[in-house]
C-alpha cells in the first residue's frame, strides 16, 4: 500500500514536471518556428524582424484568429500588404553605366503606388486623433494615384471616399476609383489660386460633410429637447430616443491634403527609407527622384543624409514645373507664372503626379544637393527602354525617376550605388502614356534604340541661401 502510495505520488511529480517542460519548452520551439517560418521577412530578412512587425502582424492574427495551424506568410489585411516592397537591380542602366542603378518597386503595392504608403499613414494619422472617424468621409485631391490607394484604405478602415481629379488626367484612374466605389468628380485643370482647383474642391467637401454632420448632431439635440427626433434630411421624425438608422448617418469629413500633411514625409521617412537603407546595406550613395507633393524625395533625403550625410540627393524635374528652379535658384516663379496670377493649367507634361509650381509643406522638408531637368521625350523613350530591355512596365514619372538616375550615374560615375523609385506600373496609363496613337499626336513616339536619347548630363547644384 505504501509502496503503492509512493510509486504513484512519484507519477504525478513526473507527470507535473512533463507538463511544465513541454508547455515552457513547447511555446519557446513554437514562437522560435513562428519567427523563423511563420512571417513575411523583407529582401535581407531584417527589417520586419527587427522592428517587430512581424509579431504585430503574424502572431497578432494567430492569436485572434485562432489560426495556429495557418502559420505561413501573411500579412494582416490590406493595410498590412503595404510597404516592404524588392529593390529592383535595373540590369540594363547598372550595365550601362558602370553603377548600380536600383529602383524601389513600388508599383507592387497592393494599390498598385507608392501612394499605398502615404494613404495608409494620412488616415492612419487622422483617425488616431480623430480628425476621422470610421464610417467618415475621406476627401482628396488627386492626379490618380493617391485617390485610388486612399479609396482602398478608406475602405479597410470602414470610411469613405470622394476624390477630385483634374479632368485631363488618364480615364483609367477614373474608372479604377469608380469600380472601387469612390465618388469620382473631374474637375477642369485651374492654377491652384483658383476655388475650382482640385485640391479646393476636395478640401471644400470635407467641409461639407462636416456640416452635415453637425447639422445632424444639432438637429438631434433640438429634437431631444423638444420629445422629437428630426434628422437632417427631413425625410423622418421620430420619437426622440428611438434607433433610427437613417438619423446622424453622416461621420463627418477629412480631407486627406496630401500636399501639405506631413503624414506623407513620415510615410517615407519611416517606412520607404529605412528599407531603401536596408536593402543596400546602407551603401546607397546617391537617391534621385521628381517631385508631385514631394513627400517622397523629402522622406527619402531627410532619412538617408540623417545615416549619412555623404549620401547625395537630387531632384530631377519635368517640364511646366518650377521646382528645378526652386532648387537651383531660390525662386520658384517667373513673374508672369507667379501663382494667383495665371489662370491656366500651369502644367505641361505628359507626365502625370510629378512637377508642380509652388512649394508644399512636405517638399520644404526636403535635403536637396542639386538638380536635373528632365523631358517628356525622355521619359517615353526610358518607358519603352525598360520595357525592351528589362521587361520593366512602369509609369510615366518611373520613367522620369530612371532618367533621373541616369543622370546621376553620368554625374557621380562609376561604382557607384544610386536609387530610385518606381512609382507605379505601365497599366495606369495605357490612355496616354503608353498609347502609340496618343505618343505619335503628340510628336513623341520613341525611336532610340539605346541611351542615346538622353543627351547631356548638366547638374545644376542646390541654391544655398546666406
Ligand atoms: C504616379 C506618381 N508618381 C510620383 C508622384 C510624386 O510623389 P510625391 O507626391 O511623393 O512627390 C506622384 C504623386 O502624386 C504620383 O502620383
Not at 91 to 112: M, V
Not at 138 to 163: D, N, W
Not at 245 to 260: L, M, R, Y
Request: glycine share 12%.
Amino acid at each position: 500500500m505504501v509502496v503503492g502510495n509512493r510509486a504513484a505520488a512519484a507519477f504525478v511529480v513526473v507527470a507535473a514536471a512533463a507538463t511544465i517542460f513541454s508547455t515552457v519548452f513547447g511555446s519557446v520551439l513554437n514562437w522560435r518556428r513562428r519567427n523563423k517560418f511563420g512571417c513575411s521577412f523583407s529582401w535581407f530578412g531584417q527589417s520586419l524582424a527587427k522592428s517587430g512587425e512581424c509579431l504585430e502582424r503574424c502572431g497578432k492574427e494567430e492569436s485572434r484568429g485562432g489560426t495556429e495551424a495557418v502559420s505561413s506568410s501573411f500579412r494582416q489585411g490590406v493595410i498590412g500588404a503595404i510597404g516592404n516592397t524588392p529593390l529592383i537591380r535595373i540590369r540594363s542602366l547598372s550595365e550601362a553605366t558602370g553603377c548600380d542603378i536600383f529602383g524601389k518597386a513600388e508599383f507592387l503595392n497592393p494599390g498598385g503606388s507608392v501612394k499605398d504608403r502615404v494613404a495608409a499613414k494620412i488616415l492612419d494619422e487622422a483617425l488616431e486623433s480623430g480628425a476621422l472617424q470610421t464610417g467618415g468621409l475621406v476627401t482628396e485631391g488627386s492626379a490618380g494615384s493617391t485617390a485610388v490607394s486612399l479609396a482602398m484604405v478608406a475602405i479597410a478602415h470602414g470610411c469613405k471616399c470622394h476624390v477630385v481629379l483634374p479632368d485631363d488626367a488618364a480615364i483609367e484612374k477614373t474608372q479604377i476609383l469608380e469600380a472601387m466605389g469612390a465618388v469620382v468628380e473631374r474637375v477642369r485643370p485651374v492654377s491652384i489660386s483658383h476655388r475650382e482647383h482640385f485640391v479646393n474642391v476636395a478640401r471644400q467637401r470635407a467641409l461639407e460633410a462636416q456640416a452635415i454632420m453637425e447639422d445632424e448632431s444639432q438637429s438631434f439635440k433640438e429634437s431631444l429637447n423638444g420629445g422629437f427626433r428630426h434628422c437632417a434630411s427631413g425625410t423622418h421624425l421620430r420619437q426622440a430616443g428611438t434607433e433610427d438608422e437613417n438619423c446622424s448617418q453622416s461621420k463627418g469629413g477629412f480631407f486627406a491634403d496630401q500636399f501639405e500633411n506631413l503624414a506623407n514625409f513620415r510615410a517615407h521617412y519611416e517606412g520607404t527609407a529605412p528599407e531603401i537603407w536596408t536593402q543596400t546595406g546602407g551603401k546607397v550613395n546617391a537617391f534621385v527622384a521628381a517631385a508631385g507633393t514631394g513627400g517622397t524625395i523629402a522622406g527619402i533625403s531627410c532619412y538617408l543624409k540623417e545615416k549619412n550625410p555623404e549620401v547625395k540627393c537630387y531632384l530631377i524635374d519635368p517640364p511646366g514645373s518650377g521646382l528645378y528652379n526652386s532648387v537651383t535658384r531660390g525662386v520658384m516663379y517667373t513673374r508672369e507664372e507667379a501663382e494667383g496670377k495665371r489662370m491656366k493649367n500651369p502644367f505641361d507634361t505628359i507626365t502625370e503626379g510629378i512637377g508642380i509650381n509652388r512649394i508644399t509643406q512636405n517638399f520644404k522638408q526636403a535635403k536637396l544637393d542639386g538638380a536635373f531637368r528632365g523631358s517628356d521625350r525622355e521619359a517615353v523613350e526610358m518607358a519603352r527602354f525598360l520595357l525592351e530591355n528589362d521587361g520593366l512596365f512602369v509609369g510615366s514619372s518611373s520613367a522620369m525617376n530612371c532618367v533621373g538616375a541616369v543622370h546621376v550615374a553620368r554625374v557621380l560615375g562609376p561604382g557607384n550605388t544610386i536609387v530610385t523609385i518606381l512609382c507605379d506600373g505601365g497599366a495606369r496609363h495605357l490612355s496616354k502614356f503608353h498609347n502609340s496613337s496618343y505618343l505619335e499626336a503628340q510628336g513623341l513616339t520613341p525611336t532610340a534604340t539605346g541611351l542615346e536619347f538622353i543627351k547631356e548630363s548638366v547638374l545644376r547644384p542646390a541654391f544655398v541661401r546666406n
